[in-house]
């Protein structure tokens, strides 16, 4: 079973950037897609971004422009760059494959941005 452990969440004001890090391990492997989801309160879990073991990349129209997945092979690590931030972006971010593994979600990091 792949251990994902999520890390870089903070308070940011409107306008600003942060860096979202997924670092994975445990059994070997092979992962195709890999994806960042997020849920807000009272919302339904959603898929922000995900990218192939090709660097295919795929963003919903929601964050398109704005954020940048990533992932380093070497460092078995995947990567969120988020910029230009919206308070609509609050949530807590979570990695996982794609399709998600439902019983495999990590405690996530939490992203809140301010007016």
């Known amino acids: 079973q792949v251990h994902l452990v999520e890390s870089g969440g903070g308070l940011v004001q409107a306008g600003g950037s942060l860096r979202l890090s997924c670092a994975a391990s445990?059994?070997?492997?092979?992962?195709?897609?890999m994806g960042w989801y997020r849920q807000a309160p009272g919302k339904q879990r959603e898929l922000v971004a995900h990218?192939?073991?090709?660097?295919?990349?795929y963003y919903p129209d929601t964050v398109k422009g704005r954020f940048t997945i990533s992932r380093d092979n070497y460092k078995n690590t995947m990567y969120l760059q988020m910029n230009s931030l919206k308070p609509e972006d609050t949530a807590v971010y979570y990695c996982?494959?794609?399709?998600?593994?439902?019983?495999?979600w990590g405690q996530g990091t939490q992203v809140t941005v301010s007016s």
């Open positions: 996982n494959v794609v399709p998600a593994d439902v019983n495999n």
């Open positions: 990218i192939t073991s090709g660097g295919s990349t």
């Open positions: 445990g059994r070997h492997f092979s992962i195709n897609v």
